[in-house]
Nanobody
Framework: QVQLVESGGGLVPPGGSLRLSCAASGTIFGIKSMGWYRQAPGKQRDLVAAVTSGGSTNYADSVKGRATISRDNAKTMVYLQMNSLNPEDTAVYYC?????????WGQGTQVTVSS
């Protein structure tokens, strides 16, 4: 089965930036959307940003203006650029490829915003 692997997380100071990447180990057919979710301790997993197969994007209100989601044309990579990070952005970030027949998830990458 195709796997998703995230990279780019780590410790970032408040006000800093980071770029998360997610790579699929193979081709996933029938993709409806590709996105990033995050889960902070004790909280539910929430959508951060998503891009549909047609290229439309959607962002959580909390990251609008600070985040940019992008993908490659082959739909094997999805990226999340986040700027002006604050401690409330601290969470495990998961990438997601939603196909019509299955929801693919990465294992998650920790992002910690702290001085």
């Amino acid at each position: 089965q195709v796997q998703l692997v995230e990279s780019g997380g780590g410790l970032v100071p408040p006000g800093g930036s980071l770029r998360l990447s997610c790579a699929a180990s193979g081709t996933i057919f029938g993709i409806k959307s590709m996105g990033w979710y995050r889960q902070a301790p004790g909280k539910q997993r929430d959508l951060v940003a998503a891009v549909t197969s047609g290229g439309s994007t959607n962002y959580a209100d909390s990251v609008k203006g600070r985040a940019t989601i992008s993908r490659d044309n082959a739909k094997t990579m999805v990226y999340l650029q986040m700027n002006s990070l604050n401690p409330e952005d601290t969470a495990v970030y998961y990438c997601n490829f939603e196909a019509w027949y299955h929801n693919f998830w990465g294992q998650g990458t920790q992002v910690t915003v702290s001085s």
